[in-house]
C-alpha cells in the first residue's frame, strides 16, 4: 500500500524553526517529484513548495521564499521542509503529496497534480 506520512509539525514562537518530514512507505520517493502544499481554516489549499525528480530543482511559493528550503535524502526515502523565520500567517496543516504520473510539473502548485497525500501535520506558530 502506498503511503506517505508528514512529521515534524508543532507549536512554535514567531521567528522559530521547524523541519517537516514526509517518509513513503510502499514505494520510492525519490522517483518522483514532491509537493509540499498548506491549509489554514477556512482557506484553499496553498502550494508551498516542489522538488522535481528530474535534476532536484526547487520551486517556492513567493510567501515563504528565502525562508523554506526543500530537500531530499535519499538513503531515508525522505523529503524534507526546513521552515525558518516564522510566521503566524504560516500556521497551517502541512501536507506532502506525490505526482506519481510526471517528473516535472509546471503547475506544481495545483493540488491536481498530485496522486497521494498524507495526513498531514500542524503548525501552529504564535507568541
Known amino acids: 500500500q502506498l503511503q506517505l506520512v508528514e512529521s515534524g509539525g508543532g507549536y512554535v514562537q514567531p521567528g522559530g524553526s521547524l523541519r517537516l518530514s514526509c517518509a513513503a512507505s510502499g514505494f520510492t520517493l525519490n522517483y518522483y517529484p514532491i509537493g509540499w502544499f498548506r491549509q489554514a481554516p477556512g482557506k484553499e489549499r496553498e502550494g508551498v513548495s516542489y522538488?522535481?525528480?528530474?535534476?532536484?530543482?526547487?520551486y517556492y511559493a513567493d510567501s515563504v521564499k528565502g525562508r523554506f528550503t526543500i530537500s531530499r535524502d535519499k538513503a531515508k526515502n525522505t523529503v524534507y521542509l526546513q521552515m525558518n523565520s516564522l510566521k503566524p500567517e504560516d500556521t497551517a496543516v502541512y501536507y506532502c503529496?506525490?505526482?506519481?504520473?510526471?517528473?516535472?510539473?509546471?503547475?506544481?502548485?495545483?493540488?491536481?497534480?498530485?496522486?497521494?497525500w498524507g495526513q498531514g501535520t500542524q503548525v501552529t506558530v504564535s507568541s
Open positions: 503529496a506525490a505526482d506519481l504520473d510526471a517528473p516535472y510539473s509546471n503547475y506544481w502548485y495545483d493540488a491536481r497534480e498530485y496522486d497521494y
Open positions: 522538488i522535481s525528480s528530474v535534476d532536484g530543482s526547487t
